[in-house]
């Protein structure tokens, strides 16, 4: 088999969302998706037989993190990150660009790389593009990222420009260094610049990616200037390869996004507002932390098939998060990733059915 194959099903008659399978080594995952983010070999709180119950196909993991500990070289060792963590489905590294951009203490780019100190303890460490490609083979998962740099937001157009050039030279290297069966997808950069963004996809697209991604959002721009450049650069991607739109994730922001012909995403959004009390329904979010919640015998949402919604009651859940309980981050968190797995099944199901446009006005009407 291939390392990885990507099969249109059904096209949206009134706008360019989809629905497709991509196939890989470790199973099928049907598009749109969203992959919860394991951070560290782990998305938070809650275990990999949690996230098969919530119908979950494919997670993403972080090459800079997992790079600094335990290290790739032990991880590969043990089997590699399958193995390490004990998930038998898809799995996405990032290149470590982003993190290197948002976490580092310090950093300094190069046309080698990047050179920057850990957020952890402070140690001196260098990325480049062959680095990248060392710890993501090393890890073994089944898409990998080029690397890239992620320009900062706001940034002047000079400034972009050079960013562009250098994450295009940084692919090409990315290809040659590549040894290994996975997929590797390429990352669109140009900020909110239009002429850069098509000059980074086309660049892109000439070296005849996998798969490629939209980089360098969610990174501070107002929601209709992100959806702007989505709308701007789609046109410039392969009709036949997926798209993976990269840290972008409110429930409004994949619903719009898929409208505009995006296949994949990534956020921390539903474990991190779980583990901050945030909980999404098919009425909009919930804050457990209220004080109305105390004598509530429903579930967090009644609509809801999750395990949490099926146990426990609002006032629990409630109890437990005041009580700063663990419990109350694991019962959050498997509601939350339910409710962004669910989210995503009736999407692809409305595509299928011809019904995106109303399935979106359904949405919003409920979701405020």
């Known amino acids: 088999m291939r390392k990885l194959e990507f099969k249109i099903h059904h096209r949206c008659s009134t706008s360019r969302a989809r629905t497709g399978r991509i196939r890989t080594l470790h199973g099928d995952v049907e598009t749109p998706v969203f992959m919860p983010v394991g951070t560290q070999g782990s998305v ?17 993991a972080n090459t800079y993190h997992l790079y600094l500990r335990p290290g790739h070289e032990i991880i590969e060792r043990l089997g590699g990150l399958h ?66 740099e992620c320009a900062p937001y706001p ?71 992100r959806l702007r450049v989505i709308r701007e650069i789609r046109d410039s991607l392969p009709d036949a390869k997926p798209v993976y ?3 972008v994730g409110t429930p409004e922001d994949l619903v719009e996004a898929v409208m505009l012909g995006v296949d994949m995403f990534d956020c921390v959004m539903p474990t991190r507002n779980a583990r901050n009390g945030t909980l999404f329904t098919s009425k909009g979010k919930l804050n457990i932390k209220n004080a109305c919640y105390i004598e509530d015998k429903r579930p967090i949402d009644e609509n809801c098939r999750c395990y949490t919604c099926s146990n426990y009651s609002r006032a629990y859940l409630r109890h437990l998060y005041m009580a700063r309980e663990l419990l109350a981050y694991r019962l959050n968190t498997i509601h939350n990733i339910f409710y962004y797995s669910h989210l995503m099944e009736g999407i692809r199901k409305a595509i299928e059915e011809d019904r995106m446009d109303s399935f979106r006005q359904t949405f919003y009407r409920e979701y405020s």
């Open 44 to 60: 938070k709180a809650v275990s990999p037989e949690d996230l098969v119950d919530a119908n979950v196909r494919i997670i993403l």
């Open 245 to 247: 739109l990269m840290g």
């Open 83 to 148: 193995g390490f963590m004990n998930w038998n489905g898809p799995i996405l590294t990032d290149s470590g660009g982003f993190q290197v951009y948002s976490l580092a203490k310090l950093r300094n780019i190069s046309e080698q790389g990047v050179t920057f100190q850990s957020h952890l303890d402070g140690s001196k460490h260098f990325i480049g593009p062959e680095e990248a490609m060392d710890i993501q083979m090393a890890l073994g998962a089944d898409i990998i990222m080029a690397f890239d």
């Open 155 to 225: 940034a002047d157009y000079e400034y972009v420009l050079n960013s562009v050039n250098l994450t295009s030279r940084w692919a090409e290297r990315c290809i040659e260094r590549k040894k290994s069966a996975q997929a590797l997808f390429g990352i669109v950069q140009g900020g909110m610049y239009k002429d850069l963004r098509q000059l980074s996809a086309g660049e892109l697209v000439a070296m005849d990616f996998d798969g490629y991604a939209l980089g360098g959002l969610s990174v501070g721009e107002d929601r209709e200037t």
